[in-house]
């Protein structure tokens, strides 16, 4: 246990003292702050912090374009109460033409010509994205057929509008979880366990080949137990990956409670999140870092040269990618029997049972089992990592491989 402490409180110095580590990290969580508090000051309408005043100047504002029409159908008896029902100045012309040499000419903002009671043409110059007039103008004449359709049946005006009053109030209860709530907080959790096993578990990896490589693990292994050689050096990259982590996300949670007056709670979405939910991504996403952290620190040991990392780690980084995918099909259907069997595999439950305690239903003795799958994977890992890694430092060469290790160590 001494040797252990040693290894970890050397490999922890080492991340704390690096400025490239340090840096990063104050360069991302300060970002992230300025990301939430900066808008709070310049775009005060983004965040709900336009006054009523401002409010009553946009409306206004809209209801003052200037646009025209072209009737070209005798149908429409009353086109003045049409054209009653859309905000907005309007000019009438004699042609079509006239209207499309006045929309070319900015003359007005945009013009419809009107062949029938269900057939009209929007003209206007340049469409942009956030362009909502024709579907106005659109549902303003469906409107104004079903008035006259009433209206010739017998209706009167104070019937037609009565009719029209009607409204349905629907209240939600929802039983379980609220899964369009929970979706984009548990989104962005998945994302940043997906960052620390594939960014941190590569550094560890790196870390211990580096040592390899330049034949520094020699002198460590006569010295040092190996078994704690490999605890200390994983565990102080986890650590490290973690603490990173929590200070940017910290960072962020702690600007937004500052600034949520300002938000107006827009942000809720993605800073309140529920005390069961983020217990479950400490547990699992936790666990799961571990056991893949175990794994890229066996590999560390099975390669003598740095550029060799990636062409080893690649299957053990498609394993994580496909628990990636399998995690992003399941935040649609947190309850398909996909994710069922997903959450009691040690390395897809870290993102699957995360998730269905998230965003679904799931009893309690399943996140049981689930928590205690993964300890046994991780502690296998492990054991697996530190009898690969004891077999491994003194081989150089062509990467190992983890059948030919395995055979080797089951002849000993």
């Known amino acids: 246990m001494k040797q252990f402490m040693t290894v970890l409180k050397f490999e922890l110095n080492n991340y704390f003292k690096n400025k490239s580590f340090l840096v990063t990290t104050l360069f991302l969580a300060v970002l992230l702050v300025g990301v939430i508090v900066v808008p709070t000051f310049f775009l005060p309408g983004l965040t709900g912090g336009a006054s009523k005043g401002e409010e009553t100047e946009q409306t206004e504002e809209t209801s003052q374009e200037q646009l025209g029409i072209f009737v070209n159908t005798t149908e429409i008896a009353d086109v003045d109460s049409l054209l009653a029902m859309i905000p907005g100045q309007w000019s009438s012309y004699e042609d079509e033409e006239s209207l499309r040499s006045a929309v070319e000419a900015e003359e007005i903002e945009a013009g419809f010509v009107l062949n029938g009671p269900s057939d009209a043409v929007y003209v206007v110059n340049n469409l942009t994205m956030s362009e909502n007039l024709s579907q106005t103008f659109s549902s303003a004449l469906a409107q104004y057929q079903k008035q006259t359709y009433l209206k010739d049946h017998g209706l009167s005006p104070e019937e037609i509008a009565q009719a029209d009053s009607f409204s349905?109030?629907?209240?939600?209860?929802?039983?379980?979880?609220?899964?369009?709530?929970?979706?984009?907080?548990?989104?962005?959790?998945?994302?940043?366990?997906?960052?620390?096993?594939?960014?941190?578990?590569?550094?560890?990896?790196?870390?211990i080949t580096t040592e390899k490589s330049n034949r520094a693990i020699e002198i460590l292994v006569t010295s040092v137990n190996p078994n704690s050689l490999i605890f200390g050096k994983v565990l102080a990259g986890a650590i490290a990956g973690v603490l990173q982590m929590v200070v940017i996300i910290g960072a962020g949670f702690g600007a937004y409670r500052a600034c949520r007056e300002a938000w107006g709670g827009m942000l809720d979405f993605l800073f309140q999140?529920?005390?069961?939910?983020?217990?479950?991504?400490?547990?699992?996403?936790?666990?799961?870092?571990?056991?893949?952290?175990?794994?890229?620190?066996?590999?560390?040991?099975?390669?003598?040269?740095?550029?060799?990392?990636?062409?080893?780690?690649?299957?053990?980084?498609?394993i994580y990618v496909a628990s990636f995918l399998i995690a992003m099909v399941g935040l649609t259907d947190s309850d398909s029997l996909l994710m069922k069997v997903a959450s009691f595999v040690p390395f897809t439950s870290g993102n699957a049972m995360f998730i269905r305690v998230s965003m679904g239903s799931v009893a309690l003795w399943e996140v049981g089992l689930s928590v205690l799958l993964l300890v046994i994977g991780c502690v296998a890992a492990g054991i697996l990592a530190a009898k690969i890694f004891r077999f491994g430092t003194l081989h150089y060469g062509n990467p190992i491989k983890l059948t030919k290790a395995l055979k080797s160590m089951g002849q000993q």
């Open 168 to 207: 349905v109030n629907l209240e939600q209860e929802v039983l379980g979880k609220d899964g369009s709530r929970n979706y984009w907080y548990t989104y962005v959790l998945v994302f940043v366990i997906y960052m620390l096993i594939l960014f941190y578990g590569q550094m560890i990896a790196v870390s």
């Open 273 to 318: 999140i529920p005390g069961n939910v983020m217990a479950s991504f400490v547990v699992f996403g936790l666990l799961s870092y571990l056991l893949y952290a175990f794994i890229f620190g066996m590999l560390g040991a099975m390669v003598s040269k740095t550029e060799d990392i990636s062409k080893s780690a690649t299957p053990v980084t498609l």
